[in-house]
């Protein structure tokens, strides 16, 4: 594994506690590091700089948002060529229920997570906006019965 550039040990613990919460106050993070707080704040500055860290968010329960569901979308498209996959993702960034979309190798051309309330809501955007995106040949979908792990913690290895 290729060791994460200028990130010591004391700064992947600083990682591993803000993953965690990151809501954690300066003062909190600098006692569990054992760390001065001026230390500790330099660090995470210095980590947010380097853009390891790239923001902070607020993780939303799905289900209570009104979107209980996921379904795997698998996405073919006509031709493979530059200016079809840049339509494609340029335009498909526009759907809010699309929460990951990636460039996939093998059969399809994308693999998408898109959340929704129930199989009625995704008829919906399935014939509205995903059999409309540019170049769209093949729509495969699956809705996902249960999450089993869904994490959000990247590991930080020693």
């Given amino acids: 594994m290729q060791d994460l550039p200028n990130v010591d040990r004391i700064d992947r613990r600083i990682l591993h506690a803000l993953q965690s919460d990151a809501k954690l106050t300066n003062a909190l993070l600098a006692e569990r590091i054992g760390l001065s707080e001026s230390a500790c704040q330099r660090r995470v500055k210095a980590l947010e700089a380097s853009g390891l860290i790239r923001g902070y968010v607020a993780?939303?329960?799905?289900?209570?948002?009104?979107?209980?569901?996921?379904?795997?979308?698998?996405?073919?498209?006509?031709?493979?060529?530059?200016?079809?996959?840049?339509?494609?993702?340029?335009?498909?960034?526009?759907?809010?229920?699309?929460?990951?979309?990636?460039?996939?190798?093998?059969?399809?051309?994308y693999l998408l997570r898109v959340i929704v309330q129930d199989a009625r809501d995704y008829e919906r955007i399935h014939s509205q906006y995903l059999t409309r995106l540019p170049g769209v040949d093949r729509v495969h979908s699956s809705f996902a019965l249960r999450t089993v792990i869904k994490r959000t913690e990247v590991p930080i290895r020693a």
């Fill in 59 to 109: 993780l939303m329960d799905q289900t209570m948002a009104g979107f209980p569901d996921n379904v795997f979308v698998q996405i073919t498209l006509e031709r493979q060529q530059q200016d079809n996959l840049a339509a494609f993702e340029r335009e498909v960034q526009n759907l809010p229920e699309v929460m990951e979309c990636y460039l996939m190798s093998g059969e399809s051309d």
